[in-house]
């Protein structure tokens, strides 16, 4: 990363030390202008509520299971004061068993009489928090409620209970007051009956949590309805847009009585690269110029998820190598440390010219003290943020260039500012100065000198700079993490090694609610015909188990399955209450770059406890609030109407991809009774065209509710699916190369245990560790294609490699994305001898050095009408501990094109040896 302060002042950057020198010197010529900035602490604006992260949409999943230390070094540049984001608002999901966006995040109450306030990790998350700065402020929101709520209705007495529950488990389980509490993510407002009714019983719990009334737009009906009912009006003191840009709130908004708050809620969602950090910088100042928001929020808090899932890498660092516990600490953790180390939630705007654009683009935003606050007696220059008093001051000047992803400014230019200080600030004699910019993160430099309240400041283009008279400030840093590693094949898990209801390590789940669950000792009951005697492994150990292999219906054989399992916990499809269509539950785990390999698990296909009618053509559920479902509140989808449980490989993202062996009871549409599917595409059951395989029936005696071992293999295009060691079927399909492991059932109770895989593991000397190839269709284009990425380290190119066998040849190349020169080319010919990946690499004449910082493009060159290439919705992520930082890129018509970060043309690789 970008060089420390021991580095930057070192006699060895002779360069850096000339910046440092000019910025000094310029910041103590004292203004020569007529109307300088004037910034005076008598004159006050709105309160700062503080900045913070959203973890949400299962953003944060994979870092509940990374080791220790990393794991904590991870919180602590999230959380600790004076050392990394020293983020103030800890904002989370309130899961609910549905899809938000990268997952599912469980429930508190699966259903009305299962509550629980130890499952998934959103406690755990603001729990760690706090532990690190017990003044962290907590805002939960809920994305969706399991479908038991109202029946199905969100604006209901059962979501009144349901949300308060939540804020109550908080209180009385961690000991953690939830400061805020949203409505519905970026859904509907409700109405002022719902909200009257959730601040009277927040209020009869003895709960002082603040309602905020919006989170997503605030609606013209909304405004009316604060306008004409005084009680919902003081019942929602603040209100937030997500992602407002430079939209401000209408007169009516600001003429509300009570005078309303105003939050960007949800900001950033951008890639953390440098661009990113740009964005993220400049909203926290530029929301509050533009806009008056004095909280910002982003998502995601980090990105800690698998790398194909949507909107790659937009965190403020990366922590999705759970199993070497690999972390990256990234910019934008920087660029929020300019304001979050600098000031706290109580501290305030300065009105006047405290707030400004400037000429040359860019904001600057000053805060002091709260107005009660006394002078402190640490000398100038001499208090941290928390002891700071009256006459104390900070300044964050930003002229940020990087476009966010849904709101982008013109570049800005080096510009020359001068500052009048008065009230206490005039007493001011000097300012100790921060600078972050793309080479240089969180740097001090010398002190700025202030004559008569005066100083002026040589601000450069892309940059970000804060004076203050606080210190403390720090750039933290921990011990290096372990180098990245491929996840280890084989992979076994028992679901002993975590308590219920925790969710099991590495799964992360996509749909429904999958956890440890403390299974009693079971009697399984294999009764099927015609297959061999097998092996199952039941908590680690392994019995025989005899069957019959003629045509009766098998025998009992009593294999005590004792310990943990992995339970599906939801029983009830969230029609009207989730967030998103949702599909069926699906919980998912391993490496994209997973190709050959072989996934068993033993499946127990249970019905909920009580009432259960199971038929061939349908299973219906038990609802906690009138007894069984009807039809209407069944989903329709064939594979919901049945009671299944399955095994899926190669599963590129959260559902509709991958190969998957189903197994169970009400198939409809393709069998009228118990029986097996093997299908491409995971997604939401049978309802894609040509997606079935092979499919066949089970033995009228069967047993759904007894424990089944399924199996599915992949090697190269050959598909193996088995059951209780028997081969069901055999088939060749190369429709998915590549992808994760996953298990899957319907919206029922069902149960997994002693998951197994094993096969190969992805090369170590690709320079992409992870890549997967989509939309494989393309020969419309004429002209080079690719990736670029930026080197973190020394290494050498020593062959380079296009996905997919080729009919003509193909020039590979490296163009340095900075001179745009071609630095190797290479005449790849016809062949179709991929590799177990799909890659075919063609070795250079002479290997290529690629030195740290520098931008390489790999390129294969393409034919209109040549052979078929991926589109850049392939997906790929650079080996860490080599480059960073992969986007996708084209030539045409004599412009190289940047398209999508996280993305891949081609896909391209190449071959590197490390010196």
Same mark, same amino acid.
């Given at each position: 990363?970008?060089?420390?302060?021991?580095?930057?002042?070192?006699?060895?950057?002779?360069?850096?030390? +000339?910046?440092?020198?000019?910025?000094?010197?310029?910041?103590?010529?004292?203004?020569?202008?007529?109307?300088?900035? *004037?910034?005076?602490?008598?004159?006050?604006?709105?309160?700062?509520?503080?900045?913070?992260?959203?973890?949400?949409?299962?953003?944060?999943?994979?870092?509940?299971?990374?080791?220790?230390?990393?794991?904590?070094?991870?919180?602590?540049?999230?959380? +600790?004061?004076?050392?990394?984001?020293?983020?103030?608002?800890?904002?989370?999901?309130?899961?609910?068993?549905?899809?938000?966006?990268?997952?599912?995040?469980?429930?508190?109450?699966?259903?009305?009489?299962?509550?629980?306030?130890?499952?998934?990790?959103?406690?755990?998350?603001?729990?760690?928090?706090?532990?690190?700065?017990?003044?962290?402020?907590?805002?939960?929101?809920?994305?969706?409620?399991?479908?038991?709520?109202? @029946?199905?209705?969100?604006?209901?007495?059962?979501? *009144?209970?349901?949300?308060?529950?939540? !804020?109550?488990?908080?209180?009385?389980?961690?000991?953690?007051?939830?400061?805020?509490?949203?409505?519905?993510?970026?859904?509907?407002?409700?109405?002022?009956?719902?909200?009257?009714?959730?601040?009277?019983?927040?209020?009869?719990?003895?709960?002082?949590?603040?309602?905020?009334?919006?989170?997503?737009?605030?609606?013209?009906?909304?405004?009316?309805?604060?306008?004409?009912?005084?009680?919902?009006?003081?019942?929602?003191?603040?209100?937030?847009?997500?992602?407002? #840009?430079?939209?401000?709130?209408?007169?009516?908004?600001?003429?509300?009585?009570?005078?309303?708050?105003?939050?960007?809620?949800?900001?950033?969602?951008?890639?953390?690269?440098?661009?990113?950090?740009?964005?993220?910088?400049?909203?926290?100042?530029?929301?509050?110029?533009?806009?008056?928001?004095?909280?910002?929020?982003?998502?995601?808090?980090?990105?800690?998820?698998?790398?194909?899932?949507?909107?790659?890498?937009?965190?403020?660092?990366?922590?999705?190598?759970?199993?070497?516990?690999?972390?990256? $600490?990234?910019?934008?953790?920087?660029?929020?440390?300019?304001?979050?180390?600098? $000031?706290?939630?109580?501290?305030?705007?300065?009105?006047?010219?405290?707030?400004?654009?400037?000429?040359?683009?860019?904001?600057?935003?000053?805060?002091?003290?709260?107005?009660?606050?006394?002078?402190?007696?640490?000398?100038?220059?001499?208090? =941290?943020?928390?002891?700071?008093?009256?006459?104390?001051?900070?300044?964050?000047?930003?002229?940020?260039?990087?476009?966010?992803?849904?709101?982008?400014?013109?570049?800005?230019?080096?510009? =020359?500012?001068?500052?009048?200080?008065?009230?206490?600030?005039?007493?001011?004699?000097?300012?100790?100065?921060?600078?972050?910019?793309?080479?240089?993160?969180?740097?001090?430099?010398?002190?700025?000198?202030?004559?008569?309240?005066?100083?002026?400041?040589?601000?450069?283009?892309? =940059?970000?700079? /804060?004076?203050?008279?606080?210190?403390?400030?720090?750039?933290?840093?921990?011990?290096?993490?372990?180098?990245?590693?491929?996840?280890?094949?084989?992979? /076994?898990?028992?679901?002993?090694?975590?308590?219920?209801?925790?969710?099991?390590?590495?799964?992360?789940?996509?749909?429904?609610?999958?956890?440890?669950?403390?299974?009693?000792?079971?009697?399984?009951?294999?009764?099927?015909?015609?297959?061999?005697?097998?092996?199952? !492994?039941? +908590?680690?150990?392994?019995?025989? $188990?005899?069957?019959?292999?003629?045509?009766?219906?098998?025998?009992?054989?009593?294999?005590?399955?004792?310990?943990?399992?992995?339970?599906?916990?939801?029983?009830?499809?969230?029609?009207?209450?989730?967030?998103?269509?949702?599909?069926?539950?699906?919980?998912?785990?391993?490496?994209?770059?997973?190709?050959?390999?072989?996934?068993? $698990?033993?499946?127990?296909?249970?019905?909920?406890?009580?009432?259960?009618?199971?038929?061939?053509?349908?299973?219906?559920?038990?609802?906690?609030?009138?007894?069984?479902?009807?039809?209407?509140?069944?989903?329709?989808?064939?594979?919901?109407?049945?009671?299944?449980?399955?095994? #899926?490989?190669?599963?590129?993202?959260?559902?509709?991809?991958?190969? #998957?062996?189903?197994?169970?009871?009400?198939? +409809?549409?393709?069998?009228?009774?118990?029986?097996?599917?093997?299908?491409?595409?995971?997604?939401?059951?049978?309802? !894609?065209?040509?997606?079935?395989?092979?499919?066949?029936?089970?033995?009228?005696?069967? @047993?759904?509710?007894?424990?089944?071992?399924?199996?599915?293999?992949?090697?190269?295009?050959?598909?193996?699916?088995?059951?209780?060691?028997?081969?069901?079927?055999?088939?060749?399909?190369?429709?998915?190369?590549?992808?994760?492991?996953?298990?899957?059932?319907?919206?029922?109770?069902?149960?997994?245990?002693?998951?197994?895989?094993?096969?190969?593991?992805?090369?170590?000397?690709?320079?992409?560790?992870?890549?997967?190839?989509?939309?494989?269709?393309?020969?419309?284009?004429?002209?080079?294609?690719?990736?670029?990425?930026?080197?973190?380290?020394?290494?050498?190119?020593?062959?380079?490699?296009?996905?997919?066998?080729?009919?003509?040849?193909?020039?590979?190349?490296?163009?340095?994305?900075?001179?745009?020169? /071609?630095?190797?080319?290479?005449?790849?010919?016809?062949?179709?001898?991929?590799?177990?990946?799909?890659?075919?690499?063609?070795?250079?004449?002479?290997?290529?050095?690629?030195?740290?910082?520098?931008?390489?493009?790999?390129?294969?060159?393409? /034919?209109?009408?040549?052979?078929?290439?991926?589109?850049?919705?392939?997906?790929?992520?650079?080996?860490?501990?080599?480059?960073?930082?992969?986007?996708? *890129?084209?030539?045409?018509?004599?412009?190289?094109?940047?398209?999508?970060?996280?993305?891949?043309?081609?896909?391209?690789?190449?071959?590197?040896?490390?010196?």
């Amino acid at each position: 990363g970008p060089a420390g302060p021991a580095n930057f002042f070192s006699k060895q950057n002779p360069k850096e030390q +000339k910046m440092i020198v000019w910025l000094a010197i310029a910041a103590t010529i004292v203004a020569t202008w007529a109307d300088p900035i *004037v910034l005076d602490d008598g004159v006050l604006d709105r309160r700062y509520d503080g900045h913070g992260g959203l973890s949400a949409g299962a953003s944060s999943r994979l870092l509940f299971d990374y080791p220790e230390p990393q794991r904590s070094d991870v919180l602590d540049f999230l959380f +600790k004061p004076s050392f990394g984001a020293n983020l103030h608002i800890c904002k989370v999901e309130i899961g609910g068993d549905v899809q938000s966006t990268d997952g599912s995040e469980s429930s508190h109450m699966h259903t009305r009489y299962d509550i629980n306030f130890e499952r998934g990790y959103e406690w755990w998350l603001m729990a760690e928090a706090k532990k690190r700065n017990p003044d962290v402020l907590t805002y939960a929101l809920s994305w969706g409620v399991p479908g038991w709520v109202g @029946n199905g209705s969100f604006f209901s007495t059962d979501n *009144v209970y349901y949300q308060v529950a939540f !804020v109550r488990g908080a209180r009385d389980t961690y000991n953690i007051t939830i400061d805020y509490l949203g409505i519905w993510n970026e859904r509907s407002w409700g109405n002022p009956d719902y909200v009257l009714a959730l601040r009277q019983a927040l209020d009869a719990a003895g709960l002082p949590t603040r309602i905020v009334g919006a989170d997503g737009g605030i609606p013209q009906d909304q405004i009316a309805a604060l306008a004409a009912n005084q009680a919902f009006s003081r019942a929602e003191p603040i209100l937030g847009r997500h992602y407002p #840009c430079a939209s401000p709130e209408p007169p009516a908004f600001w003429n509300l009585s009570p005078k309303k708050t105003f939050w960007a809620n949800e900001d950033y969602s951008t890639v953390a690269d440098w661009a990113g950090a740009g964005c993220w910088g400049r909203s926290l100042n530029q929301n509050y110029v533009k806009l008056n928001a004095t909280s910002t929020i982003a998502w995601s808090t980090l990105w800690s998820v698998y790398e194909t899932w949507p909107y790659w890498g937009n965190g403020l660092m990366y922590a999705f190598w759970p199993s070497s516990g690999y972390y990256q $600490v990234k910019s934008p953790i920087w660029t929020s440390a300019h304001t979050t180390q600098f $000031v706290e939630p109580g501290w305030f705007y300065l009105g006047g010219s405290g707030r400004g654009l400037l000429p040359g683009g860019g904001s600057w935003v000053a805060m002091v003290p709260p107005e009660d606050s006394q002078p402190h007696s640490k000398g100038p220059l001499g208090a =941290t943020v928390k002891e700071a008093g009256k006459g104390d001051f900070t300044l964050v000047i930003e002229k940020l260039d990087g476009a966010c992803l849904r709101c982008q400014v013109p570049a800005s230019r080096a510009e =020359t500012l001068s500052f009048a200080l008065r009230g206490n600030l005039q007493q001011i004699r000097a300012l100790h100065v921060w600078l972050t910019n793309s080479t240089h993160w969180f740097i001090q430099l010398p002190d700025v000198l202030v004559t008569s309240g005066l100083f002026t400041v040589v601000m450069p283009a892309d =940059t970000i700079l /804060t004076l203050t008279t606080t210190i403390g400030q720090r750039k933290g840093s921990a011990s290096p993490p372990p180098q990245p590693a491929p996840f280890p094949l084989p992979y /076994t898990e028992h679901y002993n090694t975590r308590p219920a209801p925790q969710p099991a390590r590495y799964h992360a789940d996509s749909s429904g609610a999958f956890e440890i669950f403390e299974a009693n000792a079971t009697t399984v009951t294999h009764a099927h015909k015609n297959v061999h005697v097998g092996a199952r !492994v039941s +908590k680690g150990k392994e019995e025989t $188990v005899s069957v019959s292999t003629g045509e009766s219906e098998g025998v009992d054989v009593n294999v005590k399955n004792q310990g943990g399992v992995l339970r599906q916990m939801q029983p009830l499809y969230p029609r009207g209450t989730e967030w998103i269509p949702d599909y069926d539950p699906i919980t998912s785990l391993g490496s994209v770059s997973w190709a050959d390999v072989t996934a068993m $698990v033993d499946v127990n296909i249970l019905a909920p406890a009580g009432q259960v009618e199971l038929q061939d053509q349908a299973i219906l559920f038990p609802d906690t609030l009138s007894g069984l479902h009807s039809a209407a509140n069944v989903r329709d989808d064939p594979i919901s109407n049945g009671a299944y449980a399955g095994v #899926c490989v190669r599963q590129r993202d959260q559902w509709d991809s991958g190969y #998957c062996l189903l197994v169970g009871a009400g198939l +409809k549409g393709v069998l009228s009774a118990k029986g097996w599917v093997l299908q491409a595409g995971s997604g939401a059951g049978l309802r !894609v065209a040509g997606s079935i395989l092979a499919h066949g029936s089970l033995p009228a005696g069967f @047993n759904l509710t007894g424990w089944q071992r399924l199996s599915l293999g992949a090697v190269g295009p050959t598909l193996t699916a088995g059951l209780n060691g028997a081969v069901l079927a055999t088939v060749n399909n190369s429709q998915y190369v590549s992808g994760l492991v996953s298990l899957r059932s319907g919206y029922h109770f069902a149960q997994f245990d002693n998951l197994h895989i094993s096969g190969q593991t992805p090369p170590s000397n690709t320079l992409f560790d992870t890549i997967y190839a989509s939309s494989c269709n393309r020969r419309d284009f004429t002209g080079p294609v690719g990736a670029a990425v930026i080197a973190s380290t020394s290494f050498h190119i020593t062959s380079l490699g296009r996905f997919g066998a080729t009919t003509r040849t193909h020039t590979l190349s490296v163009v340095d994305g900075t001179t745009l020169k /071609t630095l190797a080319t290479v005449q790849a010919a016809p062949s179709s001898a991929t590799d177990a990946y799909g890659f075919i690499y063609t070795t250079l004449a002479t290997p290529l050095a690629v030195l740290p910082g520098q931008t390489i493009f790999i390129l294969s060159d393409e /034919t209109l009408g040549g052979d078929v290439f991926c589109d850049h919705t392939s997906t790929a992520t650079a080996r860490p501990s080599i480059a960073v930082d992969v986007i996708s *890129v084209y030539y045409y018509q004599g412009t190289w094109f940047r398209v999508s970060p996280g993305a891949i043309y081609g896909p391209v690789n190449a071959l590197v040896t490390v010196p």
